[in-house]
C-alpha cells in the first residue's frame, strides 16, 4: 500500500487527487493539507510515502516544502504538480529534491505511474517537462531568472500574470509591503523597470507562455 499526502491550496484539486487514488487499492490517502506550513507540521507525525504537492502556495511554496522535507528525516518522496511546466522552476524543484515532477495537465494514468515509480525509488518528471528542460538546457547563456530566490521567482511569475499587488500579497499570504520588496529585488537583479519589461524578458526565458 502506497501512503499518499496531498498538498494544494485548492480543495476541489485534492478532492479530484484523492477521489482517483481510492479507485485503486495499492493507494491510501493518508493525509491532506492546504498550505504548506500545515504539510510540513502534519507529516512529522504522518508516515506517508508521496508527498504529490502544488508547486504555488500561500506561505511557504512547494519548492520549500520539498527542500525542508529533504533535508528531513522524513521518508517521504516529493512529486511536485504544477500547472508551470517550463522556465528555470522545474529545473529548481528537482534540485531542490523533488522525485518527480509533472504538469496538471497530465493525464490521470501518468499520474498514478509517476506515484507508483517514485514509490519504488525512481525519479518520474513527465515527457512535456523533460522536452522544456532539455531545449532550456541547449541555451548556454543561461537564465537571469536563476539568480531570483525562491519567492522572488513566485512574485515575479505572479507579475507576469498581470496579478495586482495586493493580490498576489493574498495568494501568497505575505503583506504588500513585502511583496514590494520581493518586487524591487527582482526588477534590480533582472535589470528591468516595469511590468511590460518583465513579462518580456519571462516570455524570452520560457517563463511565461505567449
Known amino acids: 500500500?502506497?501512503?499518499?499526502?496531498?498538498?494544494?491550496?485548492?480543495?476541489?484539486?485534492?478532492?479530484?487527487?484523492?477521489?482517483?487514488?481510492?479507485?485503486?487499492?495499492?493507494?491510501?490517502?493518508?493525509?491532506?493539507?492546504?498550505?504548506?506550513?500545515?504539510?510540513?507540521?502534519?507529516?512529522?507525525?504522518?508516515?506517508?510515502?508521496?508527498?504529490?504537492?502544488?508547486?504555488?502556495?500561500?506561505?511557504?511554496?512547494?519548492?520549500?516544502?520539498?527542500?525542508?522535507?529533504?533535508?528531513?528525516?522524513?521518508?517521504?518522496?516529493?512529486?511536485?504538480?504544477?500547472?508551470q511546466e517550463d522556465g528555470p522552476l522545474p529545473r529548481r524543484v528537482l534540485a531542490a529534491g523533488a522525485n518527480g515532477y509533472l504538469g496538471k495537465a497530465a493525464p490521470a494514468e501518468e499520474l498514478l505511474r509517476a506515484i507508483r515509480d517514485v514509490a519504488r525509488g525512481k525519479r518520474y518528471i513527465s515527457a512535456a517537462v523533460a522536452q522544456q528542460m532539455a531545449i532550456s538546457s541547449l541555451d548556454t547563456t543561461g537564465s537571469p531568472f536563476e539568480q531570483l530566490s525562491v519567492r522572488e521567482l513566485e512574485v515575479a511569475m505572479l507579475l507576469v500574470q498581470g496579478l495586482r499587488m495586493t493580490v498576489i500579497a493574498d495568494n501568497l499570504n505575505l503583506s504588500s509591503k513585502t511583496i514590494a520588496t520581493h518586487k524591487y529585488h527582482l526588477f534590480a537583479k533582472l535589470g528591468v523597470n516595469d511590468i511590460a519589461s518583465l513579462t518580456r524578458l519571462a516570455l524570452q526565458h520560457g517563463l511565461a507562455a505567449n
Request: with cysteine; aromatic share 4%.
Open 1 to 83: 500500500m502506497i501512503r499518499v499526502y496531498l498538498v494544494d491550496d485548492h480543495e476541489l484539486v485534492r478532492t479530484g487527487f484523492r477521489m482517483l487514488l481510492q479507485q485503486h487499492t495499492d493507494f491510501s490517502v493518508v493525509g491532506e493539507a492546504g498550505s504548506g506550513e500545515q504539510a510540513l507540521a502534519e507529516l512529522r507525525k504522518t508516515p506517508a510515502d508521496v508527498v504529490l504537492c502544488d508547486l504555488h502556495l500561500p506561505g511557504i511554496s512547494g519548492l520549500e516544502v520539498t527542500d525542508r522535507l529533504t533535508r528531513s528525516d522524513s521518508p517521504a518522496r516529493v512529486i511536485v504538480v504544477s500547472a
